[in-house]
């Protein structure tokens, strides 16, 4: 059974960082492509990050966090990482972990606010 379990979220000033972990379990996590999706407040789903199987591979990022979030993973420890620095208001949102396979899986988030 797959399970995703974000931690790391908080309240944080404007330029501040916080540093958002995902524990998977319940499948092969090494063999598999992992993302970041975030839903701010009466918005829809945005998707964040993503980053390939391998542990120091190609990551990828939407164009609103490029140059300050650094998405990575520890095959190891079976978890995923959000580095998030430089955090302006608009980044305020739930952030989720996902899992895209036949159907997507995500899990509880983990919410973020940026104020001041």
């Not at 000033?13 to 996590?29: D, E, I, N, R, V």
């Not at 598999?32 to 990828?60: C, D, H």
């Amino acid at each position: 059974q797959v399970q995703l379990v974000e931690s790391g979220g908080g309240l944080v000033q404007p330029g501040g960082s916080l540093s958002l972990s995902c524990a998977a379990s319940g499948f092969t996590f090494r063999n598999l492509w992992m993302f970041w999706v975030r839903q701010a407040p009466g918005k829809g789903l945005e998707w964040v990050s993503g980053i390939v199987p391998e542990e120091n591979g190609l990551t990828y990022y939407a164009e609103s966090v490029k140059g300050r979030f650094t998405i990575s993973r520890d095959n190891a420890k079976n978890t995923l990482y959000l580095q998030m620095n430089s955090l302006k208001p608009e980044d305020t949102a739930v952030y989720y972990c996902n899992l895209h396979r036949s159907i997507d899986y995500w899990g509880q988030g983990t919410q973020v606010t940026v104020s001041s």
